[in-house]
T-cell receptor, first 112, second 115 residues
């Protein structure tokens, strides 16, 4: 069964304290791995797409990396405005169509 | 561009009532999808469409209908609302593979409560 698992479920950090979020997946026919940010009461906002193992993408304090079985979202020197839920999704060819399978998300809180 | 828009933002229904959640996008995307988001369950695909006139079921389609008469619009119909359909509903759109980048763009969501 195609699955995406994110860990930890929740993470509290102090401002400036770097850490990483994990997304592990078991899908066949991977077409891409996506990271989204979701603020309370809002829709998910696209951050990154990774297509192949070894690929890395960066945006401000965030860096996403991809291996054959998992992806990491590294957060360097976070600020309170980085507090949000971070969602990982894998695009795969399932039952004859391209579909996104989402993880449950990691709720990140950055304390000032 | 307005991106993906959804109406209404909030809705309360009684069990057995029907309603339509509206979704529109102005990015000329061929792919459109409906998801529901429940605590601890993540986003789950309800129905999706790969172009006007073409729709298919996702992971949790029961109790919902969709149609796609234009590229821009993808309404979701609840046939007979049940308390289990209390959730936050998101519409999303994207280019089809080969047409452009494949990330999905999400609307702001509709929070539905069924009593």
């Amino acid at each position: 069964e195609d699955q995406v698992t994110q860990s930890p479920e929740a993470l509290r950090l102090q401002e400036g304290e770097s850490s990483s979020l994990n997304c592990s997946y078991t899908v066949s026919g991977l077409r891409g791995l996506f990271w989204y940010r979701q603020d309370p009461g809002k829709g998910p906002e696209f951050l990154f797409t990774l297509y192949s193992a070894g690929e890395e993408k960066e945006k401000e304090r965030l860096k996403a990396t991809l291996t054959k079985k998992e992806s990491f979202l590294h957060i360097t020197a976070p600020k309170p405005e980085d507090s949000a839920t971070y969602l990982c999704a894998v695009q795969a060819f399932i039952q004859g169509a391209q579909k996104l399978v989402f993880g449950q998300g990691t709720r990140l809180t950055i304390n000032p | 561009n307005a991106g993906v828009t959804q109406t209404p933002k909030f809705q309360v229904l009684k069990t057995g009532q029907s309603m339509t959640l509206q979704c529109a996008q102005d990015m000329n995307h061929e792919y459109m999808s409906w998801y529901r988001q429940d605590p601890g369950m993540g986003l789950r695909l309800i129905h999706y469409s790969v172009g006007a006139g073409i729709t298919d079921q996702g992971e949790v389609p029961n109790g919902y209908n969709v149609s796609r008469s234009t590229t821009e619009d993808f309404p979701l119909r609840l046939l007979s609302a049940a308390p289990s359909q209390t959730s936050v509903y998101f519409c999303a759109s994207s280019y089809r593979p080969g047409q452009g980048t494949s990330e999905q763009y999400f609307g702001p969501g509709t929070r539905l409560t069924v009593t």
